[in-house]
Nanobody, 125 residues
């Protein structure tokens, strides 16, 4: 019923920048939190940054001052601007959303946590 589609990953040299996008579509009444997670081989998935519908943001200590999360609520889209990238930022980045699904007459129906398919970010040294 609800899908997240990510884009913007790729290969970049250390010190470079990338911008990830994640667009939600489907039967959406509202989206509370939208977030980015990442997972590198042998490691657990970790929270990178999150953004609430009210505008508050939260960042992992490892990316503070380098990454910026933003969202366009009208487009149900979240972005992650990544600057000063380091080789240790290399991972698959996943979009996550806490969605209130719309019912048949556009009423709030149920809560659903949705994940994107992931996009690879590789930072070379």
């Amino acid at each position: 019923q609800v899908q997240l589609v990510e884009s913007g990953g790729g290969l970049v040299q250390a010190g470079g920048s990338l911008r990830l996008s994640c667009a939600a579509s489907g039967s959406i009444f509202s989206i509370n939190v939208m977030a980015w997670y990442r997972q590198s081989p042998g490691n657990q998935r970790e929270l990178v940054a999150s953004s609430s519908s009210g505008g508050s943001t939260n960042y992992a200590d490892s990316v503070k001052g380098r990454f910026t999360i933003s969202r366009d609520n009208a487009k149900n889209t979240v972005y992650l601007q990544m600057n000063s990238l380091k080789p240790e930022d290399t991972a698959v980045y996943f979009c996550n959303a806490a969605v209130i699904v719309a019912g048949p007459v556009r009423e709030p129906s149920r809560y659903l946590e949705v994940w994107g398919q992931g996009t690879q970010v590789t930072v070379s040294s």
